[in-house]
């Protein structure tokens, strides 16, 4: 593997725990023992950086197609 592809993967990893965590945060707010208020805070704050996560997926899978046509 070459370092976009190691990057690529790594990224993809990090996309699925960040998702893993988000629902468990998500399922540990529903049980209602933690404060509500900040608990929502950082699970919107999650899906703000898985949002930018997955953007910055699609645009390494953008330059390394891009790579493996040149």
């Known amino acids: 593997m070459n370092g976009l592809e190691n990057a690529h993967f790594d990224l993809g990893d990090a996309r699925c725990s960040l998702e893993t965590a988000i629902e468990l945060l998500g399922s540990i707010d529903n049980d209602g023992q933690?404060?509500?208020c900040e608990l929502h805070?950082?699970?919107d704050e999650l899906r703000q950086i898985k949002g930018e996560l997955d953007q910055s997926y699609s645009r390494l899978s953008e330059l390394q197609d891009r790579c493996d046509q040149g």
Do not use: F, G, K, R
């Open 34 to 36: 933690y404060s509500q």
């Open 41 to 43: 805070a950082l699970i």
